[in-house]
């Protein structure tokens, strides 16, 4: 009959945790006796654990993250240009710690995205914000929230994730106000936020993409800075349709 009383309690005070735990623990106090300070205990923390999971599970969804990648699944032994000592060490985080940016640069199929998404993934079983972004994609939304002035809202809630992936900074199609949101992105990120960029291209060939010297010199001073470049010289792990998709590691 309490136990009748007791859950619709729990579910008005949203308890959800301790709701799915409560008939098991009951039944083991009836069972052992133990002290009520150890029910309590085991209660509390059930609905930790819960609400830690359901934190998780809000993460992982708000971050967008378009496949199914972690750095354990990432195929090391078939990517010699990858260090995965440095890898590994960057999965600690510390980077993230320290405001720093990563920037993957090297042909398409060789990795650069897994290993973003990987970095990303750990970050957000860390506990910190993220969010995955395809860089035209980003671009195209940021260009939108022009039309109803709401870039500045925009980018101070880009600006708070505390890992923003741009993946494939490419062969983009790019307006001027599209660039100028960009750098503005980047520049109000620098130093406070931690991103992970990858691209096909380096350095010296996003001049001729931005077509803004003066802009670009500014963002490449910055990411130089606070950053850690990983060129990716290595071969394609793409493969063939006839090879029956035992890979499905992206650029």
Known sequence: MMNEK??????QLRLKGIAGALDRELQRAEKEA?????????????????????????????????WDWTLKSFPFDKQPGVNKAQIQQLSGLAFV???????????????????????????????????????????????????????????QRLC?????????????????????????????????????LTTNLDFPEWYDLFQRKTLVDA????????????RINGPSLRVSSNDKGKSNTKS
């Open 160 to 196: 708070r994730y505390d890992l923003l992936v741009i993946d494939e900074i490419g062969y983009l199609t790019l307006k001027p106000e599209q660039i100028n949101a960009f750098f503005k992105l980047m520049g109000q990120r620098y130093g406070k936020k931690s991103s992970i």
């Open 6 to 11: 007791l859950h619709p309690l729990l579910a």
């Open 34 to 66: 133990p002290p009520v300070s150890e029910v309590i205990h085991r209660l509390l923390i059930e609905e930790q654990a819960y609400r830690q999971n359901q934190s998780l599970l809000y993460r992982l969804k708000g971050a967008k993250i378009p």
């Open 97 to 155: 710690e320290r405001k720093e940016n990563i920037v993957f640069i090297g042909n398409p199929g060789t990795g650069k995205s897994g290993l973003a998404i990987g970095l990303l993934r750990q970050a957000l079983l860390s506990g910190y914000r993220g969010r995955f972004y395809n860089a035209q994609d980003l671009l195209d939304e940021l260009y939108a929230s022009l039309a109803d002035r709401s870039s500045p809202k925009l980018i």
């Open 219 to 230: 963002l490449l001073d910055r990411l130089k800075h606070h950053c850690i470049t990983i």
